[in-house]
């Protein structure tokens, strides 16, 4: 048996790499994801006060702490039984949309944009949003950052701050919206609507009317059926910030819909010897091992797994966007991956006019914006939407606030299965015996895991940050034949 | 035209030494407290959040935590954004660099600083859970700390 190692090691804490496992014939047997995603937050949440964990959580992630700020915070309402007013939950939202709409920009335009709007087998010199930017033209480039900036303008006028925000509270939210900040807020969504439609028709143009990247989108490698996850609404419709979760299966059925609360009912998670990361799968379906279809407990939490498991948008042109993407996929489910992109950006609509639809609520500057808990902490569970899945936060008190246990399912870890899973088919599609292991191919198997935007970083920089990548090709002996590789 | 000067204390101050450059950050603003035209952030983000950051700034000093090959834990490092090398073409906002993130605002067409400096301490590992700093790395919070006040007080 040879063993391949694609080792994006640097960024990721501690080590993390795939290993491609190629039989006696040459082709690829298996692949692993190994990961050593750090749960130390779990532990040093123990003995702090409940309500700083608003403030702790969100530095598992500089890229997306609003995130966990949200998941936290509502965690805490539960923890102090106290629900929030009205308004604290629409500034929630707003906040919350504004903060999607700015991590789906960037995130389209220097990770998903490069593999489309370049090419997967362009050199890995315009691979890259400086890439997208000479192609698309410097002014996209700068609209990318200006939209991202606007929107972050809204999270630091919410939270007092854009790095780290003190927003969310037990019970509501810091701040009331005054009309000169409701004005703005309404003046950049309608700007960010018009963005969002710029980026779909740009994706439409570029990748979509391009035979070879649609039959990309529709190949066997990129197509995965699984179980899907996601949010929604009281009418099953898409929603970031509060509802139920919903669970379809590979046919698009309804498997089960629950409350934040029962997640234990619902999910378990798997220990293997051979990574640190635990699996997590459905629990009345089972493990069956890194397996997908319906007898299989693997489930996906992505974009394309939220619009699978809704039935639908709730705001109209996004509803009009998730219609055409169905429409041009053959119906519900989608089981293309590179298809996520694409339910990204319809997210992004979506996103955009929430932000409007908030911003012109009657209600979104009434000065009532918090509850003061006065029940004992026990326990709680938060669930959001993070922008690369469910997350969940459960945390459990004494009687004086202080925590005594915290469960964190990170958006990522949902996926962690699925990862590697994807690697493994597009590997057995991409690697066969014989043939020269080229560029193309190292980039094919780096798309499979790099179309869920892996969130395993908990420290917020490094100097520099970059994804090396390496597919390292032992003999049968076990001796380093060839390596391939980049960014090291 | 006053230069105006922002200084980014970067880390993660849960995770030991990580925090650094928070820690130093913190250091100067307790001695330059009525400095005119500087302004001093702590932040925890990474790549396109620092352009938020530097925006309307002439000069700009990074301040953080760095490992190296052959980390000596509290030595201090000093070199200009450019001498990080070429941009590193980021495959996801998690992993887009300051270097990168740089020319991305340069090509985009950004007003950026004239001039960004890193100001580093090495530390040997920023995995560590804690909320205090190795001894050696505490050592070298007021060295670093006095050489960038050093630096301020040149140019004004």
Known sequence: MKKISIDPVTRLEGHGRIDIFLNDAGDVANAYMVIPELRGFEKFAQGRRVEELTDITPRICGVCPEAHHMASTKACDNVFHVDPPPTAKKLREMFYSAFYVADHTVHFYILGGPDFVMGPDAPVAERNILGVIHKVGVEVGTKVIESRGKAMDIIGMLGGRKIHPTFGLPGGVSKKLSEE??????????????????????????????????????????????????????????????????????????????????????????????????????????????VGGKDSGLYQATPLSRLNASDGMATPRAQEAYEEMYKTLGGK???????????????????????????????????????????????????????????????????????????LIVGTTNNYGPISLAVKQVAQAVIQKGQDITEGMLNRVEMAFRLYDPCFGCATHTLPGKMPLEIRFHDEAGNLKNTLSRNL | MDTKTLIIGLGNTLLQDDGAGIYVAREVKKQIQDCHNVDIVEASLGGIGLLDLMQGYDIVFIVDAIKTANSVPGRTLRCNVEDLGKPTYASGPHFLDVRTA???????????????????????????????????????????????IAEIQKGS
């Open chain 2, 102 to 148: 740089v020319e991305l605002g340069t090509r985009c067409g950004y007003k950026m600083p004239r001039h960004i400096e890193i100001f580093a301490v090495e530390i040997i590992d920023n995995t560590d859970f804690s909320e205090s700093l190795t001894q050696e790395v505490e050592k070298a919070i007021p060295l670093l700390a006095a050489e960038i």
């Open chain 1, 181 to 290: 900040e409701r004005r703005q807020v309404e003046a950049t969504a309608r700007e960010e609507i018009e963005f969002a439609l710029f980026t779909l028709q740009l994706f439409k143009d570029v990748v979509l009317a391009n035979k070879t990247y649609l039959d990309m989108i529709l190949s066997a490698p990129f197509t995965m059926p699984t179980y899907y996850m996601g949010m929604v609404d009281e009418n099953n419709k898409v929603n970031f910030y509060d509802g139920k979760i919903r669970v379809v299966d590979p046919e698009g059925k309804e498997f089960v819909k629950y409350n934040p609360a029962d997640y234990l009912d619902v999910i378990a998670e798997k220990v293997e010897p051979w990574t640190y990361l635990k699996f997590p799968y459905l629990k009345k379906v089972g493990w069956k091992g890194i």
């Open chain 1, 333 to 407: 489910p989608v089981h293309n991956l590179l298809a996520t992109h694409w339910a990204r950006l319809v997210e992004l609509l979506y996103a955009a006019e929430r932000l409007l639809e908030l911003s012109t609520d009657p209600e979104i500057t009434n000065p009532h914006v918090r509850n003061i808990p006065t029940e004992k902490p026990t326990e709680g569970v938060g669930v959001v939407e993070a922008p690369r899945g469910t997350l969940t936060h459960h945390y459990t008190t004494d009687e004086r606030g202080i925590v005594t246990k915290a469960n």
